[in-house]
């Protein structure tokens, strides 16, 4: 569903700023890591909007996997 699809980014994106205030990183040192600019940082950690797949992997890679690509995947909904 919608609803739940939408619950997952917003833990990534809780993630993703947990992630960086752990380590004191400002969103620009964190962003070059991941390897994009600062606003497109601030957009994913506020939940505007989400990474691409290629983006999700680079953020997994950077944060060891505590920001799992498939978090912000839509999963299949084998409920329907």
Request: charged content about 20%.
């Amino acid at each position: 569903s919608m609803s739940c699809v939408m619950v997952m980014v917003m833990e990534n994106s809780k993630r993703l700023s947990q992630w960086r205030a752990d380590r004191g990183l400002s969103q620009t040192s964190a962003a070059q890591l991941i390897g994009v600019d600062q606003s497109t940082l601030s957009y994913w950690e506020s939940g505007k909007r989400i990474p691409d797949v290629r983006s999700a992997f680079a953020i997994d890679r950077a944060t060891g996997g505590t920001v799992p690509a498939s978090g912000w995947v839509e999963e299949p909904d084998h409920a329907a």
